[in-house]
């Protein structure tokens, strides 16, 4: 059997895994971080004029987007393509045949932007779900049921 990875995500971490065999439990092969993607809005750098419209901010429509969430935006992007580009490079060394993720629903879609063709093409599942936090038999059993192994 081919291996299948497995990503788990958010806007500041990824896990990756691999299911090398069907009845095995899933193995970390890596986990990428971001921290300054949960950073507060106060902890990243704002320019000299401060964060409302007029002085720095954004205006979309009759709100103010603060400087401290665009800033979080473009970190998460960041990563997003730093993820992707990891599948990417994994994809052309042949290191999975078979690719599911599940990643936090914002996160998810920012991710599906940044994959390439090749990538797209070994996706067998995408869940908008946050399971970060899953052990790997729990993981296992949740992704591929009792009996572990790509999806057919």
């Given at each position: 059997?081919?291996?299948?990875?497995?990503?788990?995500?958010?806007?500041?971490?990824?896990?990756?895994?691999?299911?090398r065999e069907r009845g095995?439990?899933?193995?970390?092969?890596?986990?990428?971080?971001?921290?300054?993607?949960?950073?507060?809005?106060?902890?990243?750098?704002?320019?000299?004029?401060?964060?409302?419209?007029?002085?720095?901010?954004?205006?979309?429509?009759?709100?103010?987007?603060?400087?401290?969430?665009?800033?979080?935006?473009?970190?998460?992007?960041?990563?997003?393509?730093?993820?992707?580009?990891?599948?990417?490079?994994?994809?052309?060394?042949?290191?999975?045949?078979?690719?599911?993720?599940?990643?936090?629903?914002?996160?998810?879609?920012?991710?599906?932007?940044?994959?390439?063709?090749?990538?797209?093409?070994?996706?067998?599942?995408?869940?908008?779900?946050?399971?970060?936090?899953?052990?790997?038999?729990?993981?296992?059993?949740?992704?591929?049921?009792?009996?572990?192994?790509?999806?057919?």
């Amino acid at each position: 059997m081919d291996a299948t990875w497995v990503v788990l995500a958010d806007e500041g971490r990824a896990r990756i895994l691999e299911l090398r065999e069907r009845g095995a439990d899933l193995e970390e092969v890596e986990e990428l971080t971001q921290a300054s993607a949960h950073a507060h809005s106060r902890d990243l750098n704002y320019d000299q004029h401060g964060r409302r419209a007029g002085g720095g901010g954004l205006v979309t429509g009759n709100a103010t987007v603060s400087a401290g969430e665009s800033d979080r935006d473009k970190e998460a992007e960041l990563f997003a393509r730093r993820v992707a580009e990891r599948l990417g490079d994994a994809r052309r060394k042949n290191r999975y045949a078979a690719l599911r993720i599940a990643a936090a629903p914002r996160f998810l879609g920012r991710l599906r932007k940044q994959l390439d063709a090749d990538v797209i093409a070994s996706l067998v599942d995408e869940q908008a779900k946050d399971l970060l936090q899953l052990d790997r038999r729990s993981l296992t059993q949740q992704l591929f049921g009792t009996a572990a192994g790509p999806a057919p």
